[in-house]
């Protein structure tokens, strides 16, 4: 943890918090490439066109100026930025990237797990639920199919008022 005199803390509290703002799913490739590749590339993204230095990156992002370095060098090697001037803009495609280094089959693996464990995690409520006597048919389809509740979340809700009537 840093320690800073009293008028810069502030300052520095105040960059810091947190912004409203869109939300965007992380590119696969930063799977392979860890955070601080991530917290670098998204600064140079947001610069556009726009030449950024290592020590704005830095200080931009709380990414040590070495590691921010290190990382630059190594999406320019993937082609994702280069060097001009005085500093560092992004070029290059995530998805190309990404398909080189194999974060596309990592992803598959990590979406496929968390498939599982949900199929797991339903089959445990389904079990329950039905242990309970409880009618778990799902009620009849959403229109559009697939943007409404499914029997997992049928059975879930019958579970939940369930359990909310039982005695403490």
Not at 19 to 25: D, N
Not at 27 to 49: Q, S
Request: charged fraction near 20%; hydrophobic fraction near 40%; proline fraction near 7%.
């Amino acid at each position: 943890m840093r320690r800073i005199s009293g008028g810069v803390a502030l300052e520095e509290l105040r960059r810091l918090r947190w912004r409203s703002g869109h939300i965007r799913a992380v590119h696969p490739l930063f799977r392979v490439l860890g955070g601080a590749a991530f917290l670098v590339w998204e600064t140079l993204a947001a610069a556009g066109f726009s030449e950024v230095t290592s020590f704005d990156i830095s200080t931009e992002t709380g990414v040590p100026v070495r590691t921010v370095q290190e990382t630059l060098v190594d999406l320019g090697e993937l082609g994702l930025c280069e060097r001009r001037g005085t500093g560092w803009v992004s070029v290059g495609d995530l998805d190309q990237a990404g398909a080189a280094l194999g974060a596309d089959l990592v992803h598959a693996d990590v979406m496929a797990g968390h498939r599982r464990d949900r199929a797991q995690w339903r089959g445990r409520i389904l079990r329950v639920v039905g242990d309970t006597g409880l009618d778990i048919h799902p009620p009849p389809p959403p229109s559009p199919p697939g943007d409404g509740p499914d029997a997992f979340d049928h059975a879930h809700h019958l579970l939940s008022t369930h359990l909310a009537t039982m005695p403490a």
